[in-house]
């Protein structure tokens, strides 16, 4: 219960809205009728959060246990009835396995059933409190009503012909006896333990680092910087615009999935992909989905290679963000069949893929695959690494829903567009600005930070100032909401903005 609660509380954007969606028992209509209403939801959210904490506390404490042992039990029962076992397929919100009847939260409803039923009263906060009210009842048994005086022995006043030397046993409790205080205080070493558990999870604070923060700069070396990770939701400054790719309606920033697929693009920095594999494990990668639908961000562009964990975060978590699928692999007919039967909005042909079949003269598979995904009623699009991919299937006569195009401009250091070593995306920026300025299809700009080599601030006003109806930008989890409301500020400001072509979207 506690760490259910402290996590929960921990966890940036964290909301119950998938778990209430996904419910099938007999609660499901009032559960997606919370889910459905942002007022309700945001009560919901930290009643959940501080009720599991507050309750798991209580009682690895021994403090009001039966009162937490009855909330304990309020809050199971909830959670059983939403997404209960009961014979039939495991709901969309069970993914701790496949019950008949009997789940986690039956078993721990009959524990609380235990608890509720013979509370270890020596033991815990409650024996503290229960002694001492022992003594204080014990101190003022002393007295019968009407003045009498009350043989503790007995708890009866005492005969009238009693004589004053009558020897009189003292029965009341004893007290606040050392052992008694031990045994009340025998939670506190696990709750030690459990605050160590939490800080090797969620992480220690470091003097260490908390001073390079203030002092490093991981882009230019030991110059002074000011790193700011302790954005939350709280922080953002609105909501994204949306706009139609076909029958979509989109989040004008996409969020892309190279890094949680290892692809990372980082030059000569050969160590880089294990890193972010190892970052992104399942939770992590849930938690940076959550947070970007959360923050307006509705969709992800990436590879079918990633379309389990897609699947997977919608199966456990409710989530909604949509898959748009590069069909990317040695078959992009096979990739954009599989990404429209694993759940894709919309497909493309790869950059890369698409580069190398017009390099080919391949305009047959080009020309197939939109036929495919089209009649699978998705958007399809073609994207392109080099403009003469673009220009060429245009002049083919082969137009998608969708452009995607690679665009950044060469300010930065590592640029060199003569030698290009993965270091260079969009080779000619002004030639592609104006070709893509005689489009009227939308397009998705990607690529835009030259993965990691230009401030987003910039890369975004580049993008929208030059014709892109829509980004794609690589996020980790603690650059979300700074990079949206980067976004909306760049996107708020139409004078400077002073944008090249029409909105296509």
């Known amino acids: 219960f506690l ?3 402290v996590s929960k509380l921990l966890a940036p954007g964290w909301s119950a809205e998938g778990f209430l969606r996904a419910g099938g028992g007999p609660l499901a209509g009032a559960f997606r009728y919370v889910a459905d209403h942002p007022a309700l939801l945001k009560i919901v959210d930290p009643l959940n959060m501080w009720a599991l904490t507050i309750i798991g506390a209580a009682l690895m404490l021994g403090l009001f246990t039966r009162a937490a042992a009855v909330a304990g039990m309020i809050l199971v029962v909830l959670y059983y009835l939403a997404c209960p076992p009961w014979f039939g397929p495991p709901a969309a919100a069970n993914v701790e396995g496949n019950y008949l009847l009997v789940n986690k939260n039956l078993v721990e409803l009959l524990a609380l059933l235990v608890i509720l039923a013979m509370p270890a009263t020596g033991f815990g906060l409650d ?36 004589r004053p030397h009558t020897i009189v046993m003292n029965l009341a409790p004893p007290g606040l006896s050392r052992r008694r205080i031990l045994a009340g205080l025998a939670g506190l070493p696990f709750i030690g333990g459990f605050v160590l ?30 790193f700011d990770f302790s954005a939350s939701l709280a922080d953002l400054k609105g909501r994204l615009p949306t706009a139609r790719l ?53 969709a992800i562009i990436t590879n079918p290679l990633l379309c389990d964990v897609i699947n997977d975060y919608w199966r456990s ?110 080779d000619d920026p002004e030639g592609t600005i104006a070709f893509m300025g005689t489009l009227k ?65």
């Not at 101190?139 to 005086?149: P, S």
């Not at 558990?197 to 000011?226: I, M, P, Q, Y």
């Not at 603690?478 to 072509?501: M, P, S, T, Y």
């Open 3 to 5: 760490y259910e609660g």
């Open 127 to 162: 024996g503290i409190l229960m002694a001492g009210r022992a003594r204080r009842r014990a101190e003022a048994g002393g007295t019968a009503a009407g003045g009498a005086r009350v043989s503790p022995a007995s708890n009866a006043p005492e005969p009238p012909g009693l």
């Open 197 to 226: 558990a939490v800080l090797k999870r969620h992480g220690w604070f470091s003097h260490e680092e908390a001073n390079l923060a203030l002092r490093v700069d991981a882009r230019t070396g030991a110059t002074l910087k000011k």
């Open 246 to 298: 076909g029958h979509l309606e989109l989040s004008r920033v996409m969020l892309g999935g190279n890094l949680i697929g290892g692809w990372a693009h980082a030059r000569d920095l050969l160590y880089v992909s294990k890193l972010i594999k190892a970052y992104h494990h399942r939770q992590k990668v849930f938690e940076t989905l959550r947070l970007a639908e959360s923050a307006g961000v509705n």
């Open 317 to 426: 978590t409710g989530g909604k963000i949509r898959f748009i699928s590069d069909c990317g692999g040695s078959d992009v007919l096979a990739g954009a069949r599989e990404s429209i039967d694993r759940g894709a909005c919309a497909c493309y042909v790869h950059g890369g893929v698409a580069d190398g079949l017009v390099a080919r003269g391949d305009f047959d598979t080009i020309a197939r695959t939109l036929e495919l995904i089209r009649r699978n009623g998705l958007p399809a699009g073609i994207a392109g690494h080099k403009l003469r991919t673009v220009r060429a299937c245009v002049e083919k006569g082969l137009l998608p829903d969708f452009w995607m195009k690679t665009l950044h401009h060469a300010n930065y250091w590592s640029a060199k567009p003569a030698e290009e070593h993965d270091n260079t995306w969009c």
């Open 441 to 505: 299809q939308p397009w998705i700009a990607y690529k835009i930070l030259a993965a990691g080599a230009i401030e987003p601030r910039d890369g975004f006003r580049y993008a929208f100032a030059n014709g892109a109806d829509f980004i794609c930008v690589g996020m980790y989890d603690f650059q979300i909401i700074e990079d949206v409301n980067l976004a909306l500020d760049v996107l708020a400001d139409k004078d400077k903005l002073n944008r090249r072509r029409d909105w296509m979207a």
